[in-house]
């Protein structure tokens, strides 16, 4: 038991000393990219497109909150999610059809994707561009998003 407690602490003190003190990111770190990147990417995507859609790269959290636009995706949009939910339901068994027919009994599904006059992409590499926004994190390394209009 000691040994146990002994352990834990040398590996807590070993974490802080590689880590430092406060810590700047956990330990463990799955985000494609900082909090600071995100709000800073974010800010600036707002002041550029002002009220027209966006659409989100794959993590979207920490950016739509900062950049408080309209960042669409199969979650805020629920035009977008109607055919993979109509997808799911053809491809699932006879059982879990049924469920998910009743599930989604009133979903409206005359509802259109809210239109996106620009798409948000993370891509690989340094920022190249006057509309990217360079990333890092521990996991991808630098990176950036890039701002496009749609076609």
Known sequence: MLTMVAGTLLAAVLVNARQGLPWQIPVIFGNWATRADYERAGTAVAARVGDAGVMAPQEIGTLAYYC???MLDKFSDRGRVIPLIDAQIQQS???ARALLKV???WLDRTQEPRPAEYELRWVLGPSAGPDDWETWSPVTG???????PTE
């Not at 630098?142 to 496009?148: A, D, K, P, S």
């Open 142 to 148: 630098v990176n950036h998003l890039t701002l496009l």
């Open 68 to 70: 408080d636009c309209e």
């Open 103 to 105: 599930n989604y009994l």
């Open 93 to 95: 068994g006879p059982i």
